[in-house]
């Protein structure tokens, strides 16, 4: 299976129906500086977690070589906000290379993301360890 198939099967996809809800995040929650990354523009996400939490950017041309690809796991946040104001700033932050299918390298870096003090639905655990456990084919 290739990384674009596997991409597709993982768990916890975002039903279409809610696409909506992810398009308010990157148009309404993220400043023009991170719309301006590749990060910020949704066009650029293979998958969306249905929590709306998690993205898988996919990048054409790795290291400027033609016909490559990479994927890169991206942590959404949004602004906490207090008595209807925005306290700080929604991010997409870039967490690393994903599905890159060195087993070592894939297990340890979503370990590392994981041991972060993240508090994860049991759905996003799923779908970190499908991500964990990608094999090269």
């Known amino acids: 299976?290739?990384?674009?198939?596997?991409?597709?099967?993982?768990p916890g996809k975002l039903?279409?129906?809610?696409?909506?809800?992810?398009?308010?995040f990157f148009d309404n929650e993220l400043s023009a500086g991170a719309k301006a990354k590749p990060t910020g523009d949704l066009n650029n996400y293979a998958f969306i977690h249905k929590n709306l939490?998690?993205?898988?950017?996919?990048?054409e041309g790795k290291y400027g070589l033609e016909n490559t690809e990479s994927y890169q796991l991206v942590k959404f946040s949004t602004a906490s906000k207090f008595l209807g104001m925005k306290m700080g700033i929604s991010t997409a932050g870039n967490l690393g290379?994903?599905?890159?299918?060195?087993?070592i390298?894939?297990?340890?870096?979503?370990?590392?993301i994981t041991s972060v003090s993240f508090s994860l639905?049991?759905?996003?655990?799923e779908f970190l360890e499908a991500?964990?456990?990608?094999?090269f084919l």
């Open 121 to 125: 639905t049991d759905s996003e655990k």
């Open 97 to 103: 290379e994903v599905l890159t299918g060195d087993e």
């Open 15 to 24: 039903p279409e129906e809610r696409r909506k809800e992810i398009e308010d």
């Open 131 to 135: 991500l964990k456990n990608y094999k």
């Open 1 to 10: 299976m290739n990384k674009s198939e596997y991409v597709k099967s993982l």
């Open 53 to 59: 939490g998690w993205g898988i950017l996919r990048t």
């Open 105 to 112: 390298q894939d297990v340890n870096s979503i370990k590392g």
